[in-house]
């Protein structure tokens, strides 16, 4: 499966962003999703997930309340919604799966990524 992240920019604290995961190959609809983000000098850290079907999300303590999971199998998407940005939410954001129906927490356990894309939040 191929994944492709876009819709990230650069924009002023307090504004959002949605981020989208498109998907190409594989049995997408069938895989769970997660999304990364790796600013400079820091880890790769998980900040949301979702399930296969939907029905289930995770968020990191960092952006819960403010972004939102979401995916439309018919599109083959998955997307972030990220609301009250702050400046420490500026990273490279990366959309990845772990190839089977739930996610987990570690990224060595996502076999397909797709390519990051840039958000960048000013004060």
């Known amino acids: 499966v191929q994944l492709q992240a876009s819709g990230g920019g650069s924009v002023q604290q307090g504004g959002s962003l949605r981020l989208s995961c498109a998907a190409s190959?594989?049995?997408?609809?069938?895989?769970?999703v997660g999304w990364f983000r790796q600013a400079p000098g820091k880890d790769r850290e998980l900040v949301g997930a979702?399930?296969?079907?939907?029905?289930?999300?995770w968020y990191a303590e960092s952006v819960k309340g403010r972004f939102t999971i979401s995916r439309d199998n018919a599109k083959i998407t998955v997307y972030l919604q990220m609301n009250s940005l702050k400046p420490e939410d500026t990273a490279v954001y990366y959309c990845?799966?772990?190839?089977?129906?739930?996610?987990?927490?570690?990224?060595?356990?996502?076999?397909?990524w797709g390519q990051g894309t840039q958000v960048t939040v000013s004060s």
């Open positions: 990845a799966t772990p190839g089977r129906t739930y996610y987990t927490y570690l990224a060595a356990d996502y076999s397909f």
């Open positions: 190959g594989g049995t997408f609809s069938e895989y769970a």
């Open positions: 979702i399930n296969w079907r939907g029905v289930s999300t």
